[in-house]
């Protein structure tokens, strides 16, 4: 099973960045989905996340601006962001949780730089 970012990149505050990741292997269900964030010299925190029932919650500093979302085969999970911040400035991870050993899945992570 693997995980595959992409979408980072330089933006100016108030701009927009679409991030995607798809999850490729031997998968027959996602139980859930999301994306996580790590700002330097901070803790990996998490930013949204997605059921498999399409239930999602977001952190409070993002709410209103990122949406999460997932395709029609609902192996790839996005991540909308709007109304960028220097504070959004982070490697941005996304994550699955499969049936399927050891459960928690990782992708290689993407940078997102927002400029003031």
């Known amino acids: 099973v693997q995980l595959q970012a992409s979408g980072g990149g330089l933006v100016q505050a108030g701009g927009s960045l679409r991030l995607s990741c798809a999850v490729s292997?031997?998968?027959?269900?996602?139980?859930?989905m999301g994306w996580y964030r790590q700002a330097p010299g901070k803790q990996r925190e998490l930013v949204a996340a997605i059921s498999s029932g399409g239930s999602a919650r977001y952190a409070d500093s993002v709410k209103g601006r990122f949406t999460i979302s997932v395709g029609n085969a609902k192996n790839t999970v996005y991540l909308q962001m709007n109304g960028l911040k220097p504070e959004d400035t982070a490697v941005y991870y996304c994550?699955?949780?499969?049936?399927?050993?050891?459960?928690?899945?990782w992708g290689q992570g993407t940078l997102v730089t927002v400029s003031s």
């Open positions: 292997g031997s998968i027959f269900r996602v139980n859930a």
């Open positions: 994550n699955a949780d499969l049936p399927v050993s050891p459960g928690s899945f």
